[in-house]
Nanobody, 124 residues
Framework: QVQLAESGGGLVQPGGSLRLSCVASGGTFTIYSMAWYRQASTKQRELVAQ???????NYADSVKGRFTVSRDDAKKAVYLDMTNLKPEDTAVYYCYADIARVIGGQTASAMDYWGKGTLVTVSS
């Protein structure tokens, strides 16, 4: 079973930086797009940053110029470098990946996988 495990959340002061990491594990698979979403209390989950196979990226307007998404396919990992953090960035951040499992030598249809989330709190 494919699993995504996030790490790196925590408490940071406004203007500070954090790096979130997410690693995929569990069998043989091919990863297509990977992304970070976030959900603040009383709000819907929103896309923060996404990186597709080949390197194309897209970001939420609210984080452009402050956050950078990257991935290491050899490590099956995606990262989110967050700088100049603001209180409104406080949320649970979720890792997402579009993954096709390889079963018995056959590649199955891609499915959505989510991590359990890591809390980022920006506060003085």
């Amino acid at each position: 079973q494919v699993q995504l495990a996030e790490s790196g959340g925590g408490l940071v002061q406004p203007g500070g930086s954090l790096r979130l990491s997410c690693v995929a594990s569990g069998g043989t698979f091919t990863i297509y797009s990977m992304a970070w979403y976030r959900q603040a209390s009383t709000k819907q989950r929103e896309l923060v940053a996404q990186m597709h196979t080949g390197g194309n990226t897209n970001y939420a307007d609210s984080v452009k110029g402050r956050f950078t998404v990257s991935r290491d396919d050899a490590k099956k990992a995606v990262y989110l470098d967050m700088t100049n953090l603001k209180p409104e960035d406080t949320a649970v951040y979720y890792c997402y990946a579009d993954i096709a499992r390889v079963i018995g030598g056959q590649t199955a249809s891609a499915m959505d996988y989510w991590g359990k989330g890591t809390l980022v709190t920006v506060s003085s």
